[in-house]
């Protein structure tokens, strides 16, 4: 298991890099945004590999947790996929800007969930500091 200050450093990069989507998203590079897009289908297949076979280590009702919140999570993004597929197919330009509300408000959920997700990991970061020091005052000092 990584340190704490190793997942921080993770989380710090990948921030960075969706400064650069939003960047790239507001000088409107398609390409650059294909590019990312196809790296994050690859992050987010790598990172279900991860929690998955991080979640069969825990507890079975930590686990049943976890895996209803990423089957909620990957049928919810799914269907954006296919939705986002058929939008695609559609010239209209009312449907177009439907389409891109809808995206920009899934876009702030995400965000939301995303900043939820960081007070949990501060949450447990400072619980986590907080049961350690309180062990190191239970231990014996020599």
Same mark, same amino acid.
């Given at each position: ?21 939003? &960047?790239?998203?507001? #000088?409107?590079? $398609? ?5 990312? /897009? !196809? ?34 999570? &990957?049928?919810?993004? #799914?269907?954006? $996929? ?5 939008? /695609? !197919?559609e010239r209209d330009l009312e449907r177009a800007e439907r389409r891109a509300d809808d995206a920009e408000l899934d876009a702030a959920d995400a ?20 049961? $350690? ?10």
């Open positions: 298991m990584k340190k704490l200050s190793e997942q921080l450093s993770d989380l710090s990069d990948r921030t960075k890099r969706t400064e650069d989507v939003v &960047d790239a998203a507001n #000088a409107k590079n $398609r390409e650059r945004l294909q590019a990312q /897009k !196809a790296r994050l289908q690859t992050a987010v297949s790598t990172e279900q590999t991860r929690i998955g076979e991080r979640t069969t280590k825990t507890q079975d009702e930590v686990r049943s947790k976890w895996q209803d919140i990423r089957i909620a999570m &990957d049928s919810h993004f #799914a269907e954006l $996929r296919t939705k986002g597929e058929e939008y /695609k !197919a965000i939301d969930f995303a900043i939820y997700a960081l007070d949990c990991a501060e949450y447990a970061i400072i619980d986590a500091t907080v049961a $350690r020091a309180d062990a190191d005052d239970l231990t014996p000092k020599s």
